[in-house]
């Protein structure tokens, strides 16, 4: 069979070699790339400082609002790590994820007396989009965007019984910047801010108790990173 006066076994033969040749020069330019100082995986691990700014609009008691009722939430601080794979040398994706923090809940304003409310712990998983800038010597700043799941896991009751607390989505807003120690190590510190709404429930001397908890923590990370 032929078209255009030309067998199509030629048309074939000539594509693949095309496709062959692209391939080569791909991965030349990728070996060439990574032979040139292009480290492709930067893992990092963290002391990360959890400080959180509460505040519980909506509490109900038995199907009623409390007034003056609102929440506490303790500062916590963890490990944490971060795994980031560069596609170009300025783009990058990162995963962030660590050991889970502990939150005491604690009754504020009519609430008070009531001590703690309930204990759990948490944890955020993040991705982020990063975009690393190369061009200040061993400086490098980066600004990060992307969407976390805060985890809450192990409930535990104090003053209200039958703690519970969904998990939620939320946006995850980074600045940070390294500096290079030698090829494949460097100093890391970020800030990152991820706000988020959830909803909690319990139960107080046998009525049930309602919440929305409005959350906004900053997440303050100093660590070490390695690259390779």
């Not at 303050?220 to 690259?227: D, F, I, K, P, S």
Request: hydrophobic share 45%.
């Amino acid at each position: 069979m032929s078209q255009n006066g030309k067998p199509m076994s030629i048309r074939l033969s000539q594509f693949a070699a095309a496709v062959a040749a692209l391939s080569a020069f791909s991965a030349q330019a990728a070996s060439a790339q990574d032979a040139g100082g292009f480290k492709r995986w930067a893992v990092s691990l963290n002391a990360t400082r959890v400080s959180v700014s509460e505040d519980a609009p909506d509490i109900t008691l038995a199907g009623g609002p409390v007034p003056g009722s609102n929440v506490t939430i303790g500062d916590a601080t963890s490990a944490t790590v971060d795994v980031g794979y560069f596609f170009t040398p300025n783009v990058a994706a990162d995963l962030f994820l660590g050991i889970p923090a502990t939150a005491e809940i604690a009754g504020a304003g009519s609430l008070e007396p009531l001590g703690t409310l309930a204990m759990v712990n948490y944890g955020p998983v993040i991705l982020s989009a990063q975009y690393h800038f190369n061009n200040l010597g061993r400086v490098h700043p980066y600004l990060g965007l992307g969407v976390g799941r805060i985890v809450f896991l192990n409930e535990r009751d104090r003053a209200l019984a039958n703690f519970s607390i969904d998990d939620s989505w939320a946006p995850a807003a980074q600045l940070g910047v390294r500096y290079e120690l030698d090829a494949a190590w460097m100093l890391n510190a970020d800030v990152r801010y991820v706000p988020f709404s959830t909803h909690a429930s319990g139960s107080l001397g046998g009525a049930p108790v309602r919440a929305t908890l409005d959350i906004d923590p900053i997440l303050a990370n100093v660590g070490l990173t390695y690259r390779f």
